[in-house]
């Protein structure tokens, strides 16, 4: 039996679908299990690249069944697009693809209250106004709408009244209008048609695929620090993006996980609102923003970037139980004089190496300074050959966080990558 988990570490993109998609050349199942549209992986392969959305990272693998846990919310319209780009690519997504009947849907009405929230909100979070937000709000209420539901169109009805009937004030409050469910029902009924055959029990498939020992890689969204409970709130999204979520969130044990894999880039970003001390607004943040292609893959919108923050790093290990690092973009740094690293923080209680999650906006970072490198590092394969100062980097995230490197990649290809240790041998 081998169950991994791969997640987050920092404020998301941190590469999680270059490493989901290398990791899943030995798995034989690949789950995402929370999040929704907002939730963009990258895959580079040659030089293709490809952005999946809602559909595991795994698809590109054509052993992999690819499952989407119940712990989601599924804009159907998007799905059904992002289904049909990978087919016209040639990738083959029908009967390998497998959507949770217990999956929440997010509907017109959803994305319009994310979008009608955040403009005109006076505390902005910086939502991606695809209907996350909503969505999950609805599933809390009791009155969200699963794709179980879409076997019989005229209980969707109901529910559809229901929850318009139940968002209506507020939307009035702002001067719009909801659609009629009608209208809904219109959009709704053919992508019901094409969606239906790939709703499964999920969870059943993988309680059967982890029985039978084989290979199975959850796949997060979002990171640790976007996380609805454990995150610099409320600066974060409405998932569970750690790696306790895999369990809720696709519906299987916590004893029937192996390994938890924490990704991190060798500095950090962030989009959207909320403290992030150790963000560069020099020339070295342009630099690391157009060399790392740091523009969301979703919205398109410059991420903010910083050095990287091991109080955070720490944190992220503590919280999800991480066994091994998959370090992303340490080729960005190359050309740096000066790599700086924040080691600790200054709180209003005194100085912390721990991370004050709660007291973020009003503490200082320290920072250590280590030397910077010039060789390119693009080709290298073995982490015994990396330049010292590069090597220097990734065993200052080894000692201060007390957890080794699995994986470290050196450009955005799959084959860009040094394996340390094979994630499933």
């Known amino acids: 039996m081998t169950a991994i988990v791969i997640v987050g570490a920092q404020w998301g993109d941190e590469g999680k679908g270059k490493i989901v998609d290398l990791a899943s050349e030995h798995a034989e199942v690949v789950v995402r299990y929370a999040g929704g549209p907002n939730a963009g992986h990258t895959l580079v392969v040659g030089t293709e690249k490809l952005v999946v959305r809602?559909?595991?990272?795994?698809?590109?693998?054509?052993?992999?069944?690819?499952?989407?846990?119940?712990?989601?919310?599924?804009?159907?319209?998007?799905?059904?697009?992002?289904?049909?780009?990978?087919?016209?690519?040639?990738?083959?997504?029908?009967?390998?693809?497998?959507?949770?009947?217990?999956?929440?849907?997010?509907?017109?009405?959803?994305?319009?209250?994310?979008?009608?929230?955040?403009?005109?909100?006076?505390?902005?979070?910086?939502?991606?106004?695809?209907?996350?937000?909503?969505?999950?709000?609805?599933?809390?209420?009791?009155?969200?709408?699963?794709?179980?539901?879409?076997?019989?169109?005229?209980?969707?009805?109901?529910?559809?009244?229901?929850?318009?009937?139940?968002?209506?004030?507020?939307?009035?409050?702002?001067?719009?209008?909801?659609?009629?469910?009608?209208?809904?029902?219109?959009?709704?009924?053919?992508?019901?048609?094409?969606?239906?055959?790939?709703?499964?029990?999920?969870?059943?498939?993988?309680?059967?695929?982890?029985?039978?020992?084989?290979?199975?890689?959850?796949?997060?969204?979002?990171?640790?620090?976007?996380?609805?409970?454990?995150?610099?709130?409320?600066?974060?999204?409405?998932?569970?993006?750690?790696?306790?979520?895999?369990?809720t969130g696709a519906g299987i044990g916590p004893s029937r996980i192996d390994r938890v894999v924490g990704i991190t880039k060798a500095y950090a970003t962030r989009v959207g609102e909320g403290p992030f001390p150790s963000e560069l607004t020099d020339e070295i943040g342009d630099q690391l923003r157009t060399r790392g292609g740091e523009f969301g893959s979703v919205t398109g919108r410059p991420r903010r970037t910083g050095w990287l923050d091991l109080p955070a790093l720490r944190y992220a290990a503590r919280v999800n139980g991480i066994d091994g690092w998959a370090i992303t973009k340490l080729d960005v740094l190359t050309g740096l004089e000066t790599v700086r690293v924040c080691v600790a923080y200054d709180t209003p209680a005194g100085r912390t190496e721990d991370f004050p999650v709660t007291e973020l906006g009003v503490s200082r970072p320290v920072f250590e300074d280590l030397p910077g490198w010039s060789e390119a590092i693009e080709d290298i394969r073995e982490l015994s050959q990396l330049p010292s100062n590069a090597a220097r980097v990734v065993r200052a995230i080894e000692e201060k966080t007390g957890v080794g490197a699995d994986i470290v990649s050196v450009g955005p290809r799959r084959d860009q990558t040094i394996v340390v240790n094979d994630l499933f041998r």
């Open 54 to 247: 809602l559909v595991p990272s795994g698809i590109l693998q054509p052993r992999s069944m690819c499952l989407m846990g119940q712990g989601m919310v599924v804009d159907p319209g998007v799905l059904l697009t992002e289904i049909e780009a990978l087919e016209k690519r040639g990738v083959t997504v029908r009967n390998r693809l497998f959507i949770s009947e217990h999956a929440h849907l997010i509907l017109p009405y959803h994305v319009l209250i994310d979008g009608l929230r955040e403009s005109a909100a006076t505390q902005k979070i910086g939502t991606t106004k695809k209907g996350i937000g909503p969505g999950y709000e609805d599933k809390v209420a009791r009155r969200g709408i699963r794709f179980t539901d879409l076997r019989d169109l005229d209980r969707t009805r109901g529910l559809i009244d229901a929850a318009l009937l139940a968002w209506a004030p507020l939307v009035h409050a702002w001067g719009a209008s909801l659609p009629s469910t009608d209208a809904i029902l219109d959009d709704l009924a053919p992508l019901a048609k094409k969606l239906l055959p790939m709703v499964a029990d999920t969870g059943k498939l993988l309680d059967v695929a982890v029985r039978a020992g084989k290979h199975v890689l959850l796949e997060g969204a979002q990171g640790t620090l976007l996380d609805v409970d454990h995150g610099t709130y409320p600066f974060v999204t409405s998932s569970s993006a750690v790696a306790g979520g895999a369990c």
